[in-house]
């Protein structure tokens, strides 16, 4: 079975891009067969419905929700491509059907995902409100976790592009955590569980980005929703869709994210937990916010009428016009940049900067510059004379 290949083949097409709201995914979920269950299981802060769909009858319970933060919607798009295969007359149909109940939130903060915003509508960050459920979503998400009682829960989110993978010099496009039950971050058989999962998807993801799948750091929270669960002893898995190569909409990330559910619904079916579990889990790299979108070097600045050669970086940032989401660079760093790493880098060949009438980048200014007066920068890029 190439999951790869059946990934692409169960793309939803309609849904595409980083803004993803619940308005545009509702038309899909209403053509599922009757072999789902669609219902609404509470609103948000401004009174939309949060849906909740079920599948399956059988006796291992799967809870898992997506765009908990409003503007992550990579791993909504890969559950909607995971439910339309699911949707199809299919073996994976039939196995799912007999073997697990699956409960799937696409959309647990529908105020953030209009906005596109991190947080929900009353400027709260909902991973962060497990413990207090200060927010009508985070009460929806505790309700639903006392009433399944589920044997797994899976925390689905982006991550943004700084992060790669230690020592590898690539972007971590896939990354997950076993999340702690304490503050010692100890290991127990709760944690084993969700790293044995973690460790299918790493070998499968594996051979389709080698590399390029990243272990996140596991300080303890009470109040994150992954902490919160492992201390109430269901495994728990986070979920992080990053950057792959020039897919800033996110839409060949959605396939690995395809691809990592299937192997771990596999995984959870085998229920057998190996002696070097934890050894193996490990040796996955961890993350590491080391890169920028753009990294230019070997620039001439004139400074305090003093010349220098130095390096300096751009990072996007996400603005939501219109309906869609416009990518903005800005100067972020200036310096010292030996341990960074851009997914775009370029070699200004000593040329001199200008910009704004001046001769060296200040942080925050917008990347549109020249080099020498005759290389000119739009939002980052080199645009072609």
Not at 92 to 102: A, D, P, R, S
Not at 122 to 144: C, H, T
Not at 355 to 373: H, R, S, V
């Amino acid at each position: 079975m190439n999951l790869l290949d059946i990934a692409k083949q169960n793309l939803v097409s309609e849904i595409k891009g980083r803004y993803v709201t619940l308005e545009m995914i509702l038309p899909f979920l209403k053509t599922l067969t009757t072999d789902f269950k669609l219902e609404v299981v509470g609103q948000s802060a401004l009174g939309k419905d949060i849906p909740l769909v079920t599948f399956g009858r059988g006796s291992k319970k799967l809870l898992m929700w997506s765009q908990m933060h409003g503007n992550e919607s990579t791993t909504t798009k890969g559950l909607l491509d995971f439910l339309h295969y699911l949707n199809s007359d299919s073996v994976f149909n039939t196995f799912i059907k007999e073997n697990f109940t699956l409960y799937m939130v696409p959309i647990l903060n529908p105020d953030g995902a209009e906005a596109y915003t991190r947080v929900n509508a009353n400027e709260v960050d909902l991973n962060r409100d497990a413990f207090n459920l200060s927010q009508p979503e985070s009460k929806v998400l505790r309700k639903l976790v006392e009433q399944i009682q589920p044997d797994y829960c899976f925390n689905l989110h982006d991550q943004r592009t700084i992060f790669g993978t230690i020592g590898l010099q690539k972007p971590a496009t896939m990354s997950f955590l076993a999340p702690a039950y304490n503050e010692e971050r100890e290991v127990n058989d709760v944690r084993l569980k969700a790293m044995h999962v973690i460790n299918k998807m790493y070998d499968n993801l594996q051979g389709v980005i080698p590399d390029q799948i990243g272990r996140f750091d596991d300080s303890f929270n009470i109040n994150c929703i992954g902490d919160y669960l492992t201390a109430q002893q269901i495994p728990t898995i986070l979920f992080e869709a990053g950057h792959f190569q020039d897919d800033y909409e996110r839409d060949t990330v959605r396939k690995f994210v395809f691809i990592a559910l299937i192997s771990a619904v596999y995984a959870i079916n085998e229920n057998v937990i190996v002696d070097n579990d934890l050894e193996k889990y490990l040796t996955i790299p961890q993350n590491s916010p080391h890169f920028f979108d753009f990294i230019y070097k070997n620039v001439k600045i004139i400074e305090n009428n003093q010349k220098k050669i130095i390096n300096f970086a751009a990072q996007y940032s996400e603005l939501l016009e219109n309906g869609k989401v416009i990518f903005e660079a800005r100067i972020a760093k200036v310096g010292d940049l030996e341990e960074n790493v851009g997914h775009c880098e370029f070699d200004g060949a000593n040329k001199l900067f200008s910009a704004e009438n001046i001769n060296f980048p200040k942080i925050g200014q917008k990347a549109d510059f020249y080099l020498d007066n005759l290389l000119k920068f739009c939002n980052g890029l080199k645009i072609n004379n």
